[in-house]
């Protein structure tokens, strides 16, 4: 089936620096990416849509500047927390859509961001 | 903004014993899916449905999709220690032009007792 991976799973930095995380379709061409935010025992919260060749699509309240994305191929897409602060600590998971566009999604592993 | 509500939100049961879980929303999906997330781990889908009033069954897990298509539910028959884990029901609905966005329900997360 399709495979998601996504890089590092788990990663600790230092207040104010900025961390990357990577989302790669290993076996697919996924022209549209999601990366979604999860806290400890809660649903995903969708942070953006990240399109290929485009800008990334933010939901409300989601700083575009904070959450810096970029789809530069059609396998990978990343995101990174600049200026990274102890409450952007959080479990960051990214998707890819395999087909048409009401199939389902495929999830990476996550990555656990801990900012000290 | 398109809303799914998921009950329950915590459930503790002991093996054996059966469990529902229920999505509901006002607003009409194209699909729904079922997802089951282990802590660390990204969610694994487990079903689709698409069509209104559709009954899917995976092995002791029976997935029903309302005929209205605004509602879901997922039964556990004779629940195993296995089975534990945060369930996630999301809906998929036009968002605009050829693309699709999810709307996810808020989790239940199930622990089964052996």
């Known amino acids: 089936g399709a495979v998601v991976s996504q890089h590092p799973s788990r990663v600790i930095c230092k207040s104010g620096t900025s961390v990357k995380i990577e989302c790669r379709s290993l076996d697919f061409q996924a022209t549209t990416m999601f990366w979604y935010r999860q806290f400890p025992k809660q649903s995903l919260m969708l942070m953006a849509t990240?399109?290929?060749?485009?800008?990334?699509?933010?939901e409300q309240g989601v700083e575009k500047d904070k959450f810096l994305i970029n789809h530069a191929s059609l396998t990978l897409s990343t995101l990174t927390v600049t200026s990274a602060h102890p409450e952007d600590s959080s479990f960051y998971i990214c998707?890819?859509?395999?087909?048409?566009?009401?199939?389902?999604?495929?999830f990476g592993n996550g990555t656990r961001l801990t900012v000290t | 903004t398109q809303l799914l509500e998921q009950s329950p939100q915590f459930l503790s049961i002991q093996e054996g014993e059966n469990l529902t879980v229920y999505c509901n929303s006002s607003s009409v999906f194209s699909s729904l899916q079922w997802y089951r997330q282990e802590p660390g781990e990204g969610p694994v889908l487990l079903v689709t449905v698409v069509t209104g009033g559709e009954v899917k069954k995976l092995k002791r897990l029976t997935f029903q999709f309302g005929d209205a298509r605004k509602d879901s539910s997922l039964h556990i028959t004779a629940a195993q220690p296995g089975d534990t884990g945060l369930y996630l029901c999301?809906?998929?609905?036009?968002?605009?032009?050829?693309?699709?966005?999810?709307?996810f329900g808020k989790g239940t997360l199930l622990t089964v007792n052996p």
């Open positions: 998707s890819a859509r395999v087909g048409s566009t009401n199939s389902p999604l495929h």
């Open positions: 990240s399109n290929e060749g485009s800008k990334a699509t933010y």
């Open positions: 999301a809906g998929a609905a036009n968002s605009g032009g050829s693309n699709y966005k999810l709307t």
